[in-house]
């Protein structure tokens, strides 16, 4: 199927979904990736991984213009070779997304829901989020899983825990808006607005 959709998300940052109905050398075929790049993929062997590697990449190519190489920091958080641009990545089920940023540091996050996340609640949500979460939501749970991967990609630190260093403030609703995060990273707190969607069975969320 390809793109679904590339949004304008402000004049400076582009939020892609791409749905994966091709096969892994479809996808190859879709790009020319340097040597450095093959044997990356040479390396991975199961066919659901490649087709997530290439989708994200053949996304960025079709957002960005040019064939971008992503590299990764001694964290793991992507970067674009020889560009300003922050690029974060996520993948789920049938969906990759990319999302890019100049200047300013991103996190993306897709998820497709599952009946059973209410189990690992007290992995992920601390005692204040608990006080207002309804394990029963099973939107509203997976949401604030995914968002706290967002803004833990964002934060490119891999010190940072879901549970004590990202708090998410009370919120309602289960197809699009916004809401509130916090994150403690070192002695400097930081709120960051979330935005998320719904479609089918999955929940996206963006760092704003």
Known sequence: MGIVSIKTISPVSKLGLWRMSEPSEDLLGMLDLPASEMAVLEGISKEKRRQEWLA?????????????????????????AGS????????????????????????????QMKPSISKGAFYF????????????????MHLMW???????????????????HITIHAFSGNQNGRFKVNLQKGDLPETIQIQF???????????L
């Open 84 to 111: 300003q641009t922050e690029i974060s990545m996520s993948h789920s089920g049938e969906y990759v997304c990319v999302y890019l940023r100049e200047d300013t540091s991103v996190g993306v996050d897709i998820q």
């Open 197 to 207: 969607d719904t479609f089918e069975d999955y929940v996206l969320t963006w760092t």
């Open 56 to 80: 994200c990449r053949v996304l960025l190519r079709k957002m960005a213009g040019i064939n971008a190489l992503i590299g990764y920091d001694a964290e793991r958080k992507p970067h674009i």
């Open 125 to 140: 949500l601390n005692e204040q989020e608990l006080q207002w979460t309804d394990l029963d939501n099973n939107v509203q």
């Open 146 to 164: 995914s968002a706290k991967e967002a803004v833990f990609k964002y934060a490119g630190d891999g010190s940072i825990d879901l549970k004590k």
